[in-house]
């Protein structure tokens, strides 16, 4: 059961990125297809609270930044939660993709 609060809130985690990508469209423009774009994402980092049945159980971040070098993104998400909360005392995930959100391999060896 923590397994699936712990992965309910990476998923909410990773849908609240959604309105980071989020434009407004003219009417034309939204009945063509759109392609991903990194490039319309704000950049920084965002402070996410993690709740079991309405209780805070845990903090966490989603950093989002432009690597200089290659243009890639990188995503970092860092949770922390409380002791009580069995099975997890933090998580941590990465994740490199170009603007396209294709995966950014090779990226490892370039980040400063």
């Known amino acids: 059961m923590k397994q699936n ?5 990476l998923y909410a985690g990773l849908l609240c990125l959604v309105p980071l990508v989020a434009q407004k469209t003219s009417n034309s423009a939204a009945t063509t297809h759109s392609v991903p ?3 319309r994402l704000r950049t920084g980092t965002f402070t996410y609270h993690d709740l079991d049945h309405g209780k805070e159980v845990g903090k966490g971040t989603i950093t989002v ?13 860092e949770s922390t939660f409380v002791t009580d ?7 941590r995930w ?3 993709a170009t603007s ?9 060896c370039l980040r400063p």
């Open 65 to 77: 930044r432009r690597l200089a070098r290659s243009g890639n993104y990188d995503f970092v998400a």
């Open 85 to 91: 909360f069995q099975g997890f005392s933090s998580q």
């Open 37 to 39: 774009d990194a490039r």
């Open 100 to 108: 396209r959100f294709d995966p950014g391999f090779g990226e490892a």
């Open 94 to 96: 990465e994740a490199i």
């Open 5 to 9: 609060v712990a992965l309910s809130a």
